[in-house]
């Protein structure tokens, strides 16, 4: 039982550091959008 919870938090984890790293890769990719578009020709 304590390795099946240790199983389940280590899942939760990975899973929640997938979410943040596609959040901030989003966020990048959006603040990088915004830099082409503000910058003059």
């Known amino acids: 039982q304590n ?3 240790w199983r389940e938090r ?3 984890k990975i899973k929640l550091l ?3 790293l ?3 890769l989003s ?3 959006v603040y ?3 830099l082409i ?3 003059p020709c």
Request: proline letters at 0%; charged letters at 10%; glycine letters at 0%.
């Open 10 to 12: 280590l899942v939760l």
């Open 3 to 5: 390795i099946r919870c």
């Open 22 to 24: 596609y959040y901030n």
């Open 37 to 39: 578009i503000n910058i």
């Open 32 to 34: 990088m959008y915004y």
């Open 27 to 29: 966020r990048v990719v």
């Open 18 to 20: 997938n979410a943040t």
